[in-house]
């Protein structure tokens, strides 16, 4: 190729010539002023690296090639069954993990607000244990005024004593009822183990075999829940 770009002369002038510009030497062929060479006087030749150039990239694209763009064998139908039959297996198992999870969450939620309700309702449980009791003294205190109030008595100081207790003792009921605490009255009901608790047995006198005949000690339920049993006599049928 460079050497087609030199004017026509004999081959062994054509290969004198050849070293002479590589090694920096000008050439002028005959006929030709200076500022007409070819050859600059560094030895190079623009027409020589524009064509090696052009070599070197005609030689880059006829490179090996890209291993990207190799075909890739593509999976076989039985593979890709397998891998749908595993993801639908682990949908279906995330799903009802997922339905556990959220009944259990719900679990929680109903047990925590019932757990609330419960607390706003029975966080006075102990203090009405202690407060009956003042309620039973109130009552025998009462009881006991009206037995010995005298109609005839002059100065009715026992009988104002004894009204006096008996409207503070309807209050305290009354206060009682407000918050949910109520006496229980089973005398004529059946038996039931989880409100009363038997102290005695009388004869069924008039009465069914087990019912409640007497009450020795009052019982209360706050809200509905038993807080205290009622002593009570059971009747029996009488032997002869």
């Known amino acids: 190729m460079i050497c087609s770009l030199f004017p026509k002369q004999s081959s062994w002038h054509s290969w004198q010539i050849f070293p002479r510009a590589l090694k920096g030497e000008g050439y002028r062929p005959a006929g030709q002023q ?7 006087t560094g030895g190079n030749c623009p027409c020589a690296f524009s064509t090696a150039a052009q070599q070197r990239s005609t030689g880059d694209e006829c490179g090996p090639e890209d291993p990207r763009d190799e075909p890739r064998h593509p999976l076989s139908e039985r593979t890709l069954e397998l891998k749908a039959s595993k993801l639908e297996e682990q949908v279906r198992d995330l799903t ?6 959220l ?12 757990f609330v309700e419960d607390a706003k309702l029975f966080g006075i449980q102990s203090f009405c244990k202690d407060l009956v009791e003042v309620a039973d003294i109130l ?5 006991s005024t009206e037995r010995e109030t005298e ?6 100081t026992l009988k104002k004593i004894y009204e006096g207790l008996s409207l503070i003792e309807a209050k305290l009921q009354s206060v009682f009822a407000k918050h949910g605490l109520q006496k ?12 009363h ?3 005695c047995h009388v004869p069924a006198e008039g009465m069914q075999p087990g019912t ?23 009747a029996v049928e009488s032997q002869e």
């Open 34 to 40: 200076s500022g007409q060479a070819l050859w600059d």
């Open 96 to 101: 009802e993990r997922y339905r556990k999870a």
């Open 103 to 114: 009944a259990d969450s719900e679990n929680v939620r109903r047990r925590t607000q019932k």
């Open 139 to 143: 009552e025998k205190t009462t009881e």
């Open 151 to 156: 109609p005839s008595d002059p100065k009715p």
């Open 184 to 195: 229980m009255n089973p005398v004529g009901g059946k038996y039931d183990p989880y409100d």
């Open 197 to 199: 608790e038997i102290v």
């Open 212 to 234: 409640v005949a007497l009450v020795t000690q009052d019982g209360y339920k706050l809200h509905g829940r038993t807080i205290r049993h009622a002593h009570v006599g059971v």
